[in-house]
């Protein structure tokens, strides 16, 4: 008998009617023979309902706290996916992330899983129970609820299935797989059959929302395999693994991330050691830097432009504008009117003339580019964010309208 991971997302479990509906795919998944362990979201909202309801007592609030509160919307999905499971005649039992052992470090808002304790889920398992797991949380050291970030119930169910060695790990969304770009926004997007992990891997960093970029890491590094499909239509979804059939697709995916702000230090001295010292004050705030961009020294001053997540701007410049006078750094700005695109695919590594084609859909498009950052498989651009919807319309069709 295999094992089976599933992890539901929060519009797969918003109410009651889908409730039973993912309860019934569970279901269909067990009485074919496999164990079943499930991974569940907040319902809907219900995080950015609780972060508001934080922000009507205080504009800062305490991270640990944070953490206790939030942890609360995935409790509630498990229970109440549990209590259908058992109205359909299913035996099942929910955890929360630290009675199904997740240990993680003690950074608050995202932490990461150190290990996991496997013994209560095997032993329910053993039971023959469908153990039903809240995602996106564990316990630290201190005995404090953590949670991994936004996007960390699909790292709790990959970490599930790596530590339990399940047959594979299907992540159920509402769209029917990974696709060349986002459905909602490009009518015509293509469905794709499979992705390998490092072209999904960049698709999720770069601000495709099917899977979070550190569950797609760590399905990597433990090679799981993975396969994302639609709670809401049973049809085959997109598999994501090591190797793909060679395709005639030159790039696999277009994205879009609107959560990036943009930061220029000016004036800064032209002399060793100062990228060191500005970057080293972003590592030290646990604040993740992006694209980074260095200009050519003139009278011996430069400047340093580089990106970070929007929520982590005011952070990152106040924490600049206290070593601004010892490092000599003549002017700090920042800007979050702005978005990252960026295509993806294995096949422009051997192909010359994908940026350019790239490049003149945007020029075609009458879009400016900002800043430029590129790897062996992927092409990131910065423009203005107003003009990032008319930019992935522009770059998909001139990449796959002829496939």
């Not at 790239?358 to 964010?385: C, P, Q, R, W, Y």
Request: net charge negative.
């Amino acid at each position: 008998m295999s094992l089976i991971v599933q992890k539901f997302g929060g519009t797969s479990v918003r109410d009651t009617e889908r409730l039973f509906n993912v309860a019934r795919i569970i279901a269909d998944t067990y009485d074919q023979g496999h164990d079943v362990v499930v991974v569940v979201s907040a319902q809907g909202d219900t995080t950015d309902d609780l972060i508001e309801k934080a922000h009507e007592i205080t504009d800062r609030p305490d991270e640990r706290e944070m953490d206790a509160l939030l942890a609360t919307g995935e409790q509630i999905s498990a229970a109440l996916l549990t209590m259908a499971l058992k109205k359909l005649g299913y035996r099942a039992i929910s955890l929360t992330g630290w009675q199904a052992g997740f240990l993680t470090d003690a950074n608050h808002g995202k932490a990461r899983v150190r290990r996991i304790n496997k013994e209560r889920i095997e032993n329910e398992l053993d039971k023959k129970n469908i153990v039903v797991v809240t995602g996106f949380q564990g316990l630290n050291r201190y005995d404090d609820i953590t949670t991994l970030g936004r996007g960390g119930s699909d790292t709790s169910a990959v970490a599930l299935a790596a530590v339990l060695k399940a047959k594979r790990c299907q992540i159920f969304t509402d769209v029917p797989g990974v696709y060349t770009a986002d459905p909602r926004l490009v009518k015509n997007a293509i469905k794709l059959d499979e992705i390998t992990y490092d072209e999904m891997l960049e698709l999720a960093s770069l601000g495709a929302q099917v899977l979070h970029n550190r569950s797609v890491e760590m399905a990597k590094k433990y090679n799981v395999k993975l396969e994302v499909l639609s709670s809401l239509e049973r049809v085959p979804g997109t598999v994501v693994k090591e190797v793909c059939k060679m395709e005639k697709m030159l790039i696999k995916g277009v994205a879009k991330d609107d959560n990036v702000a943009r930061i220029s230090l000016v004036g800064l001295p032209d002399r060793p050691g100062v990228a060191f010292k500005v970057f080293s004050v972003m590592a030290s705030h646990n604040i993740n830097v992006d694209i980074i961009l260095q200009s050519v020294g003139r009278e011996d001053t430069k400047d340093i432009t580089f990106t970070v997540a929007r929520k982590d701007c005011a952070e990152a410049v106040q924490a600049l504008e206290e070593i601004a006078p010892s490092l000599g750094i003549k002017k700090i700005t920042a800007d979050e009117n702005i978005t990252k695109v960026s295509i993806v695919g294995a096949g422009m590594e051997s192909n010359p003339g994908v940026a350019a084609r790239m490049f003149e859909a945007l020029g075609e498009a009458n879009i400016n580019i900002h800043m430029i950052s590129t790897s062996e498989i992927k092409i990131s651009v910065l423009i203005d964010k107003e003009l990032g919807d008319k930019a992935v319309l522009a770059i998909h069709h001139a990449f796959f309208d002829e496939v």
